[in-house]
């Protein structure tokens, strides 16, 4: 049985000698890649069995497991077809990226604060979950508690801990 990675190379492989034949836009997410040697290496395509790997990883499987032709190695087989895919596919609107439609500045920037407001909530939540572990160790010892309490004067506003410091007084 093989593992992932020599699988991968096998499917992507099988794939790009049916678009070399194909017309229509059927592999414009596999042409868009076919540009560097590195993008091909990092294309993933779960459904179709291809996932990513570093370059090197890449031509060290298709040296191993795609078939040699005449003096060419696995891997130049792969390069070979990768620019004759790029050659005979030239003029297709190719695909810009796995992630989707392109977006304006503004939608830009409302997912970037929704991102952003994402993580604030995440980390202010991670701290008021921290904060109260600390409280307990406090009740269970008299050593730390002035620290604390300068700790609580400087963050408390910031991260809404006045409620949940006089729920534990």
Known sequence: MLNRKAQSVINLYSEMKKAIDDNSNTYTWLISKCDRQESLANLKRKGRGIEGMSL???KKYCTDYIQCEGNLNGYEV????????IKRHKNIPLESSNEGPNLTPMEEA???IDNLQRDQAILVR????LNRL???LLAN???NALEYNKHKN?????????KEVDNEK
């Open 78 to 85: 792969v390069d070979n077809l990768r620019k004759e895919l």
């Open 141 to 143: 010892s008299n050593g």
């Open 110 to 112: 409302k997912q970037h």
């Open 56 to 58: 090197n990883s890449f």
């Open 154 to 162: 400087l963050y408390a506003d910031y991260f809404g801990l006045k």
């Open 134 to 136: 600390v409280l307990d």
């Open 126 to 129: 991670a701290y008021n979950d």
